[in-house]
């Protein structure tokens, strides 16, 4: 079974309105694993692992999130997998 996993940075209005509990829950909804955690700059670092056509649809929600955020933009980097167990907030 092919794996990948991407990071994902997200910039807006993505912290204090639920954004890496809603990524956590639509990532372990999937089948994915890996992480979200807010950055000191304001934006939510994603890193997540699973089969490709998984991580892509989690990078398509990313793209507008939960309803009670902003996202203004994403950027992408393709990284080496690493085997996780379940999805953690940070």
């Not at 890996?34 to 950055?39: D, I, P, V, W």
Request: proline share 3%; charged share 25%.
């Amino acid at each position: 079974m092919s794996q990948i996993c991407v990071m994902v940075r997200v910039t807006g209005h993505v912290q204090g309105v639920g954004f890496r509990f809603h990524t956590a829950h639509e990532g372990l909804r999937i089948g994915l694993s890996g992480y979200a955690k807010n950055l000191p700059d304001g934006s939510v670092e994603v890193l997540a692992c699973g089969k490709p056509e998984k991580v892509e649809q989690l990078v398509q929600w990313l793209e507008t999130g939960p309803r009670t955020s902003r996202v203004d933009s994403l950027s992408r980097d393709d990284i080496a997998w690493r085997a996780l167990d379940g999805f953690e907030i940070m």
